[in-house]
């Protein structure tokens, strides 16, 4: 069998990378018999002729590739690349092959991952419900996702330009935390929850922008992984 199969670059990682395969860009040409007949009639194998390598695509050429650092690989050890041999990918490590270690992400991919789940996270804490002692006896829970906060501000605004500022507003809230409702509210006790919500709010944003930048600013894996997120 060839050794010749498969013409192959390998990453630096000793993975396949580029591939060109016999027959297709490439034609090896085994060594031949040479036979000689003596006047008995016998046959005598007297030698071999050389191998020949023929280049079957317009531009390609094997040589130019050999000098680049391609290198022969037999169809045995390609299949091994592939995984096809023992279902375990394998790479080039010095002169031989080994399975293919588990995939390794580069520092900036795994802070990408730290930056998305602080992002998730950042989330869910601006837009957590805020519960806010509106007097003494009652306390109620206020969604603070963004179309809650518009629908807020709307009443809010609507209940500002009562220029008495006696009136009041009605706005659903949780009454507990498994129970909605809608109640009545006067403009100082709007004017509580939005500044609760609003300083709430800010502080979620500084929390962010704060664990983005030490996010950024690490130098290690192990830096990384001492950035708790909470």
């Not at 991919?109 to 804490?125: D, S, V, Y």
């Not at 603070?144 to 209940?159: K, P, Q, V, W």
């Not at 109640?183 to 100082?188: K, R």
């Not at 500044?195 to 950024?216: D, G, H």
Request: charged share 25%; with cysteine.
């Amino acid at each position: 069998m060839s050794n010749k199969d498969y013409l192959i670059q390998f990453n630096e990682d000793g993975s396949r990378g580029i591939t060109y395969a016999n027959n297709i860009h490439y034609q090896v040409i085994e060594p031949q018999e040479i036979i000689e007949i003596n006047e008995e009639g016998t046959k005598t194998v007297t030698g071999y002729t050389d191998e020949e390598i023929i280049n079957l695509v317009d531009g390609f050429d094997y040589q130019k590739c050999l000098d680049e650092g391609y290198e022969w690989i037999s169809d045995k050890i390609y299949q091994k690349l592939l995984g096809n041999f023992d279902g375990q990918e394998y790479i080039k490590s010095d002169n031989t092959y080994i399975p293919k270690p588990p995939y390794e992400p580069s520092l900036d991919e795994l802070k990408e991952i730290k930056l998305n789940k602080t992002g998730e996270l950042f989330a869910q804490k601006r837009d957590a419900i805020r519960w806010v002692k509106i007097d003494d006896s009652n306390t109620y829970g206020f969604d603070c996702a963004s179309e809650d906060i518009t629908n807020f501000t709307a009443a809010y605004i609507g209940l500002s330009n009562d220029l008495t500022k006696s009136g009041t507003t009605f706005y659903k809230v949780w009454l507990t935390p498994e129970t909605k409702g809608v109640v009545s509210l006067n403009i100082t006790q709007m004017t509580n929850v939005y500044n609760v919500v609003r300083n709430s709010q800010f502080e979620s944003y500084a929390w962010y922008e704060q664990i983005k930048q030490k996010i950024n600013a690490c130098q290690s894996k192990e830096d990384l992984d001492a950035i708790v997120l909470e």
